[in-house]
């Protein structure tokens, strides 16, 4: 079956501007999640949907923002990028979230110049 | 989440086993431990999964104590594309899915 799909895989915009990220989860599965990794700070939690509910949220400032529509299909924007949003953002599904069985995709690199 | 406390690093050579363990002294009765492998520019991958015992699959196993506070990776015949971050999960839960800054393994030839 597919894996979960994330476009584009390579972002570079510039300060200032808004991009909006998007993530195709694993056919079922309901549950979609969203981390920023950098080297220094490693896997950090951004939000997570479930049947188009936002359930949990990370401590990053307002300007991430996240949607998810009717099939699970899930979209993350940053408003006002600053450099130090250039990271690795990275999607991961679940069908209930049970076991923490979470699928990644390959993440999309963002650079901000 | 329990959070979970792994060893930042850790050396070994090819063919060897290896072992890396996870502390999870608050793990709740209905969470599961489940341990993923990144490789850099990827997103985790999925390792093994377990709830008690032993849980073996195609590629490691996974020992947990009675206890539950604890839980071991093995990873057996090491290659150098085992090379990694391992990453120790424990949920589910309801609170925010967090993971630790996992185990960097560096296999040597």
């Known amino acids: 079956k597919a894996g979960v799909t994330q476009t584009p895989r390579y972002l570079i915009k510039t300060r200032g501007q808004q991009v909006t990220l998007s993530c195709s989860p694993i056919?079922?599965?309901?549950?979609v999640s969203w981390y920023q990794q950098t080297p220094g700070q490693g896997l950090q939690f951004l939000f997570e949907y479930f049947s188009e509910t936002q359930r949990n949220k990370g401590n990053f400032p307002g300007r991430f923002s996240g949607r998810q529509f009717s099939n699970s299909r899930s979209e993350m924007n940053v408003s006002t990028l600053e450099l130090g949003d250039s990271a690795l953002y990275l999607c991961a599904s679940s069908y209930d979230r049970q076991g923490g069985g979470y699928t990644f995709g390959s993440g999309t690199r963002l650079t901000v110049v | 989440l329990a959070k979970t406390t792994q060893p930042i690093s850790m050396d070994s050579y090819e063919g060897q086993e290896v072992n890396i363990t996870c502390s999870h002294n608050n793990i709740a009765t209905n969470d599961y431990i489940t341990w993923y492998q990144q490789f850099p520019s990827q997103g985790p991958r999925f390792i093994i999964q377990?709830?008690?015992t032993k849980v073996t699959n195609e590629v490691a196993s996974l020992f947990i104590p009675a206890d539950r506070k604890s839980s071991t990776l093995s990873l057996p015949r090491v290659s150098l594309s085992d090379t990694a971050v391992y990453y120790c999960?424990?949920?589910?839960?309801?609170?925010?899915?967090?993971f630790g800054k996992g185990t960097r393994l560096h296999i040597l030839p």
């Open positions: 377990g709830y008690k």
């Open positions: 999960l424990v949920g589910p839960g309801d609170d925010k899915i967090i």
């Open positions: 056919s079922g599965h309901r549950s």
